[in-house]
């Protein structure tokens, strides 16, 4: 998570650039899941589970990146990060949860 930080801080980017290069790593892991999936139109591309992982990835960077965008610190992003991810994946969790019928 250091390297996410400071390789943020070194990077000119604005945050709405930061935003759309969200979208457009979104949009390449639609592209390699809709093909490995052989999702009607997509399947002649060929992507393998290996570009799914790697897309996947690009866009966790990217908004990581996001969250250090917006952090005043080193200590400010890795705090908010795991604060969220705690919260986050507890909400995720309840929603799990068996219900009764
Ligand atoms: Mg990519």
């Not at 002649?44 to 908004?63: G, T």
Request: charged content about 35%; hydrophobic content about 40%; some cysteine.
């Amino acid at each position: 998570m250091d390297k996410i930080y400071d390789l943020t801080k070194a990077d000119p980017k604005s945050l709405q650039e930061r935003a759309l290069k969200l979208s457009e790593e979104a949009g390449e892991l639609a592209q390699a899941v809709l093909s490995v999936t052989k999702a009607p139109g997509s399947a002649y591309k060929n992507h393998s589970l290996a570009d799914v992982r790697e897309e996947a990835v690009d866009a966790a960077i990217v908004s990581l990146s996001l969250l250090a965008h917006v952090s005043d610190s080193r200590e400010d992003f890795e705090a908010e990060l795991d604060r969220l991810m705690t919260l986050k994946c507890a909400k995720w969790s309840e929603k799990l949860e068996p219900r009764e019928s």
